[in-house]
């Protein structure tokens, strides 16, 4: 079993950044894929940015630039700092594990709470 809680989302004016944090635990964390979701209202959710346990990054293109996913094995967390926020990246985040296999991520089914990121025009 696996646990995933998410913290660090808020309200930000567009240009502005936020840092995003989830605590994993219940499981081997540095073994495991780590990555980032969202889901706008009325959208299905999509995959944000993955990191592995080699550290290689993947990010969608939609936040190529301008969002970072990093981890600290130590701590059984992983972070999103998100920096030049637009309203389009208004949505719910959430934290998952899964696998990286022939350069594709394929999800666990452990999800966290989620945290609500709102950017303001």
């Known amino acids: 079993q696996v646990q995933l809680v998410e913290s660090g989302g808020g309200l930000v004016q567009a240009g502005g950044s936020l840092r995003l944090s989830c605590v994993a635990s219940?499981?081997?964390?540095?073994?495991?894929?780590m990555a980032w979701y969202r889901q706008a209202p009325g959208k299905q959710r999509e995959l944000v940015a993955f990191?592995?346990?080699?550290?290689?990054?993947n990010y969608a293109d939609s936040v190529k630039g301008r969002f970072t996913i990093s981890r600290d094995n130590a701590k059984n967390t992983v972070y999103l700092q998100m920096n030049s926020l637009k309203p389009e990246d208004t949505a719910v985040y959430y934290c998952?594990?899964?696998?990286?296999?022939?350069?594709?991520?394929?999800?666990?089914?452990?999800w966290g709470q989620g945290t609500q990121v709102t950017v303001s025009s």
């Open positions: 998952n594990t899964g696998r990286f296999i022939s350069a594709t991520y394929y999800p666990y089914d452990y």
């Open positions: 219940g499981s081997s964390f540095s073994i495991n894929t």
């Open positions: 990191i592995r346990r080699d550290g290689g990054t």
